[in-house]
């Protein structure tokens, strides 16, 4: 990987895409704001002749490619937006705007699809349609929701959509792939619970809304170790507590809020209710009201077990079986590729990003893309097509 102003692009990658790459590290922008990245890869497709659908969730570009008399057609996703980061690189491509970077590699991402556009309008190896997915909003705002919600399989009929996100401490020219749930659901919540202030002299004329949310938070905490099967996965977490502003004055109200992560609809909704209940019960104990507010996003990613196999298959002829992981734990982050899972068959894979720089965690201001990942994507992108589009 380049991290160094003189260390030149791989060989082995075509230079205009490695390029490209940088560029769009070098001008992030962030969800529903990718003027500048749509325009780009509106225009790169353009070039290449294929035709180019723009407006869905307001940045989103969509590519059609046909070949053949078949009527079947796939959909393969990348997604385009930054994050709101101060980049501490100090490589020439690093982000020219404060605030700003790709620490996720969704410039990777858009770059390693380009590139498989570019291969497959040439060899047009397939029998019938390949939509390319430019989506903007993955990070928190769910543009794939959007994507969803505003006809994306209604104008663009697709039998079937892929992903493919790069992954840091899975070595590069790995890939792994799960059959299920290979990322996590994640919902918000707040709670806010109201008494009768005091002087913190003499408690006894209040109802004390920090003792009860000190008890609420350690009955939550039983959710998960209690409530659930203990074969089922689960996240319940507690990362705001807020109370008060005075040494010598019991508050009036205090305010808690987290997050709820789990793989199925099913876990999730028992852990919500498992929080109304607990809620409820410390609310009658203490006296205080507690009003609970849940707060739903994106759910989880979930594999259809057929695609799934099918691209293991996919990767393996690239890398060879002992290359392709299946046996890695899903990851409690979230993804909003889920909502287009929810409404097609289809499998969402990691690509090794390297186990060194290329490792650098996602979300972190040293992150970089691993320029030397981007021809195995790009690879593993058309060989799919070829598989699925006979």
């Known amino acids: ?31 529903f704001n990718e003027h500048r990245t749509s325009g780009l890869v509106a225009s790169t497709l353009e070039s290449l002749g294929i035709e180019v659908h723009r407006g869905l969730a307001g940045t989103g570009v969509i590519g059609k490619l ?16 930054a994050l709101p980061i101060q980049e501490k690189n100090d490589f020439t491509h690093r982000s020219r705007h404060d605030g700003r970077m790709h620490a996720c590699g969704h410039d990777g991402h858009t770059a390693m699809l ?40 209604d104008q663009f009929a697709m039998d079937a959509v892929f992903g493919l996100h790069n992954w840091p ?55 998960v170790s209690r ?47 498992e929080i109304r209940r607990i809620c409820k019960g410390v609310g009658d104990s203490f006296g205080v009201l507690v009003a609970f507010d849940m707060h739903y996003g994106y759910p989880a990613t979930v594999n259809t077990a057929a695609e799934a196999e099918l691209c293991r298959s996919v990767a393996a002829e690239l890398v060879g079986d002992d290359n392709v992981r299946t046996d890695l734990q899903p990851s409690m982050g979230a993804e909003d590729f889920s909502f287009m ?16 720089e290329g490792g650098c965690m996602l979300h972190n201001p040293h992150y970089d893309f691993n320029d030397e990942v981007l021809p195995l994507g790009t690879e593993y992108w058309c060989k799919l097509v070829a598989r699925l589009l006979p």
């Open 1 to 31: 990987m380049d991290n160094s102003s003189g260390k030149p692009a791989p060989s082995s990658v075509n230079s205009k895409y490695v390029a490209l790459r940088r560029e769009l590290h070098a001008h992030p922008e962030l969800a």
């Open 66 to 81: 046909r070949c053949g008399d078949s009527s079947r057609a796939i959909g393969l996703r990348a997604d385009m937006d």
């Open 114 to 153: 380009l590139a498989a556009a570019d291969a497959l309008s040439k060899i047009r190896n397939f029998n019938g349609t390949v939509y390319f997915i430019f989506q903007p909003a993955e990070e928190t705002e769910g543009g794939g929701r959007v994507m969803v919600e505003q006809g994306l399989f």
């Open 169 to 223: 401490g899975l070595p590069a020219g790995q890939f792994a792939v799960h059959a299920g749930p290979v990322m996590a659901s994640a919902d918000r919540f707040d709670i806010t619970l109201t008494g009768r202030g005091a002087h913190a002299a003499m408690p006894h004329q209040g109802n004390d809304v920090i003792l009860a949310g000190s008890v609420l938070i350690q009955a939550l905490q039983s959710v």
């Open 227 to 273: 409530k659930l099967d203990p074969l089922d996965q689960a996240v319940l977490s507690i990362t705001r507590f807020h109370a008060g502003d005075a040494y010598n004055i019991l508050p009036e109200k205090a305010h808690l809020a987290g997050t709820i992560r789990a793989f199925n609809d099913r876990v999730r909704d028992q852990v919500e209710g």
């Open 341 to 356: 899972l929810k409404k097609k068959p289809g499998c969402y894979i990691w690509l090794g990003n390297g186990l060194g």
